[in-house]
């Protein structure tokens, strides 16, 4: 790859460029939301859905009743459970390549897919990809969406996750800052810093790999390079941070909605770590964010290293 | 059969002393002893786990309860009991096995508190069981320190 992918709109224009496009499957499908991003993705050349649920439901529903569904597969399978079950099936056959929720709750999915234990399946966790606010490239948020308080060893789990997304658009090798509130670290009384401190020490043992890990770092240190300096903080993370690791979901979560709700800038998120990506998109996200949620599902899922 | 004794005594000097040598007389190995005060400021409860041979238990532990200092003694042993330890554990890591190492803290939910350039360290608070277990996995990797509270313990319910 030709440098990182600079932009969403840029990540969705390589989705497009693609010769034969991937497949999503839309789990229990009797939804009006998920089925509408499913044939919008197909209008705007993302991926072809496959939808797997209730169709005679589906294809009741006012919302869809301008829809012709006669150019995609439709899997009947009126049984919630039993039609996620034939949506993995899909993904597991290679029939589809990344799946979207429709009218399930996330965490039945997620243990259903959990329960599968194939291979390539780790930790999962979720990432947010969007803009930054004054730079031409594009930054990771993890984990605002799966892990609640994730231990140390799940926290290596969801960078290594975050870390091979980047390294999908481009950036390599990436640069993880693990945050907190300060770059000082305290072993009793934050174990945020603490956490970052071994993180980044587990780093400079190699088991990243090639990614740089550093921290603790509050959020701007790393992001600004100015703020870094300001605060005497030298380091190749340091105002250079390719993904910003939460140290809980609720910090994750807050950075996600301040990007999202405070800056109205778009926030492409899925859940990661099984051998397919995730499109399980919240109420609260905008059109706008579930597009690229697609088209980064799309992207990775047709991306190879 | 390790017996787990526990007695409440006056908080005065020479108990400490007085209690071990009881143990000296009748040739018993103190396996680990905890002391601290209890909700009573003159009041201190000591746990003493120790291991003797069949039969000397029942001299020993009458002797301590004629102590003019214990207030109270029970032996633990056959009763339903709440214990903990806390032990600090510092092993050997290399780039090869620090990932093994941090899951086998995972497992036993023991928390990270520490780390070198070529060790980890790690707290555990926990059964007695427990804490031998983690002990007993990490050994392999090579336990450079460590440092273990001695137990602690309250019988269940409302006892």
């Known amino acids: 790859m030709a440098g990182p992918v600079p932009s969403l709109d840029r990540m969705v224009e390589l989705v497009r460029s693609r010769k034969t496009p991937v497949r999503v499957v839309i789990a229990a499908c009797a939804e009006a939301n998920a089925v509408l991003a499913g044939l919008e993705a197909a209008r705007q050349g993302l991926a072809e859905p496959v939808f797997v649920g209730d169709v005679e439901r589906m ?10 569904f006669n150019a995609f597969e439709c899997l009947h ?16 056959e290679g029939r589809a390549q990344f799946l979207m929720k429709g009218g399930v709750k996330t965490d039945v999915l997620l243990r259903l897919v959990l329960g599968r234990k194939q291979g390539g399946m780790g930790l999962l966790s979720h990432i947010g990809v969007f803009p930054h606010p004054r730079e031409e490239r594009l930054l990771i948020v993890t984990d605002a969406g799966v892990n609640i308080s994730p231990s140390l060893t799940r ?9 091979a997304v980047a390294k999908k658009l481009g950036m390599d090798p990436p640069k993880v800052a693990v945050l907190s509130a300060t770059e000082k670290v305290s072993y009793n009384d934050m174990v945020s810093s603490k956490d970052a401190d071994i993180l980044a020490k587990l780093c400079r043992m190699g088991i990243f790999g090639d990614a740089v890990v550093g921290g603790p770092f509050a959020l701007d240190i790393a992001v600004s390079t100015d703020k870094a300096r300001a605060k005497g903080v030298d380091h190749p993370v340091a105002g250079r941070a390719d993904i910003l690791c ?48 697609l088209a980064l599902a799309a992207y ?6 | ?23 000296q007389r009748h040739g018993i190995n103190i396996r680990s002893i905890s002391c601290g005060e209890t909700e009573r400021e003159d009041v201190s409860r000591m746990i003493i786990c120790v291991e003797p041979d069949e039969g000397k238990i029942t001299a020993v532990t009458d002797e301590i309860a ?17 214990d903990r330890e806390l032990v600090m554990i510092k092993v050997r890591i290399t780039r090869d096995t620090v990932s093994q190492i941090l899951q086998i803290f995972e497992v036993f939910r023991a928390n990270v508190i520490d780390m070198g350039n070529e060790t980890i360290s790690a707290e555990l608070a926990a059964p007695q069981g427990k804490v ?27 006892a």
């Open chain 1, 246 to 293: 939460a140290p809980n979901i609720v910090t994750g979560n807050v950075l996600y909605k301040a990007v999202t709700s405070l800056m109205d800038l778009p926030m492409a998120g899925i859940v990661v770590g099984a051998s397919y990506p995730l499109v399980v998109p919240s109420r609260g996200d905008s059109d706008r964010s579930k597009f690229y949620a």
């Open chain 2, 66 to 82: 004629s102590l003019n200092f214990v207030l109270r003694l029970e032996d633990f042993s056959e009763q339903d009991l709440m």
């Open chain 2, 132 to 158: 031998a277990g983690l002990i007993r996995t990490l050994a392999p990797h090579g336990i450079q320190s460590l440092s273990r509270t001695g137990l602690i313990a309250l019988s269940r319910g409302d």
């Open chain 1, 59 to 68: 294809r009741g529903l006012p919302e869809l009743a301008r829809e012709n």
């Open chain 2, 1 to 23: 059969m390790r017996h787990t004794i526990s007695t409440l005594v006056r908080n005065e000097p020479g108990v400490l002393a007085a209690m071990a040598l009881v143990f």
């Open chain 1, 77 to 92: 399978e009126p049984d919630d459970k039993k039609a996620l079950a034939a949506s993995l099936d899909l993904l597991q």
């Open chain 1, 300 to 305: 990775l899922a047709g991306t190879t290293l």
């Open chain 1, 155 to 163: 926290k290596i789990d969801i960078i290594n996750n975050a870390v």
